[in-house]
DNA sequence: ATCTAATTGAAATTCAAAAACAATGATCGG
DNA sequence: CCGATCATTGTTTTTGAATTTCAATTAGAT
């Protein structure tokens, strides 16, 4: 298994683009954070690394993250675009608690093969899928009575 | 079963909102394309009855009928929301080509049942889900080559 | 009919995301 | 080493969907 670093530089020396500092960086950091971060939040923490760096250069680094396949967007119907690491993760859905925003990813192997089988039936070449579950978690299911 | 319009005055009633010409006439407009319709497109759609009407107010009104149950919003991942009647049809997933956008509505009963028993597994109480299967449909594949 | 709170359209605002742009930096052949 | 080329940068501006503001209007209960 490549490191993420080393498959993002394979992926820009393929594509004739250049590895930079700030890139490498903003990889980096996002490692380091990991968890569902929106290009905001990951601006804030690169930019205690680097005053100087500025915000379209996130934006356009998470494309290419993204691009490259070591990220995926995470789409919580808030708003805003979040991102997470699937390079060298199992993939998996999310559960969100639609009052307190508490989010449990999943994983179901039936559902993943339906998926599949499905997109077969229809003469589809399945890239990618997002599914989403709605609902409240056990307190705040509580809570509403 | 009650006319999508009857709904609609329920819920308006329940909330203490009013019934109003734009609203009415809004709803009817969708009824009447029901595609999968952005906001834009139902604007355009609806302008065309009456010159005078507001953009504010489609936005408006469709985000009622989304809260009253009639209609359901969409993500095909292209920036803009689309919308689509969900009242009185079976619930139906997307399956959607990447590359011309063909979009062809999924159902499966065992996909449907897993995901009720996956939030059940973790305490939730499922309200909704979405899920979109997203990849190259046939033609488009053959052409890649 | 009256009254009050909801609704309207127009305009202004928000906000994430993208684009424009001039300056900088890397990489190559010669 | 040099200069040409082209990607990249940060700043700033722009976009575009969606929301909010606001004064004027209207629905609908009493």
Redesign the interface.
């Known amino acids: 298994m490549k490191r993420p670093q080393d498959v993002f530089a394979n992926y820009l020396a393929e594509k004739n683009l250049k590895m930079t500092p700030q890139r490498r960086m903003i990889l980096d950091t996002l490692l380091k954070q990991n968890d569902h971060l929106s290009s905001e939040d990951l601006y804030y923490h690169v930019k205690k690394r680097d005053k100087s760096i500025g915000q379209a250069t996130v934006y356009r680094t998470l494309k290419l993250l993204t691009d490259s396949g070591l990220i995926d967007s995470l789409?919580f119907?808030d708003g805003v675009t979040r991102y997470e690491m699937t390079y060298g993760t199992d993939h998996h859905d999310h559960?969100i608690?639609?009052q307190c925003g508490k989010n449990?990813e999943?994983l179901?192997s039936?559902?993943e093969n339906?998926?599949e089988a499905?997109?077969k039936e229809?003469?589809?070449?399945?890239?990618?899928?997002?599914?989403?579950?709605?609902?409240?978690?056990?307190k705040c299911?509580n809570k509403k009575i």
Chains 1, 2 share one sequence.
Request: some cysteine; aromatic content about 10%; overall charge neutral.
């Open positions: 789409d119907a559960l608690c639609e449990i999943i179901d039936t559902i339906r998926q499905l997109a229809h003469g589809f070449t399945l890239l990618r899928h997002k599914m989403y579950l709605y609902g409240l978690c056990e299911r």
